[in-house]
């Protein structure tokens, strides 16, 4: 059981059905992230110089052989960032590095996969909505992903040379207290333990053989 498999109840997240007003018993105050605005940006790279840092295993025999790159988390980081208000309207001019962490996988020349750490950094520069000015800041954040399926390596810089594909959302955002109807707490239903049922099949077979039918002509 999960939320997934037991919607019997108003208060475990679901479909709704019937009447959505329907088992609304309190109004809430949670606290949140709010996002007032946000955009997508993707862009493919090509001979984008990275630096290698931290192989495992260390001291890696050269040249190294890439094999692939991808992010290893979710999060890109921001800096540099400028926010300059126009003058019609709550849009902004926002400009601000993104630099995304990767993870490089190689093999080396003496046939052992390794790993490295590196990162790819972008500039970006767009148009989005702010919200008017109060007590308390919003702050822009970034979502990145990135995959390089191909690498060159460079043996005088010790650097590959890839292409990659990124994706980096922009978000201005706020921590805020929000007041939403509520159906009252979760009612968290008992989770389902994972089992492979290793012995189906054979607990159902019968203890002593049934009939002659083998012995049938």
Known sequence: MSFFSNFSSDHCPGTITGNPLSGLNEKVCIQAEKIFDAGILQTRLENYNILLTDPTPANPTYPLTFV?????????????????????GCLARVQATVTVPIEVVY?????????AASSITLNEDVLMYVPPASVMPFTVTSVASCVSPEGTFDAQTGSFTISACVTVILKVAMQVELLIPSYGYCAIPPAQEYSQEVCSGFFELPLYPQGRSCCKK
């Open 107 to 115: 093999v080396d020349a003496n046939g052992v996969e390794g790993t």
């Open 68 to 88: 692939s790159a991808r992010s290893v988390t979710s999060g890109g980081i921001i800096s540099n960032l400028s926010v300059e208000r126009q003058s019609e």
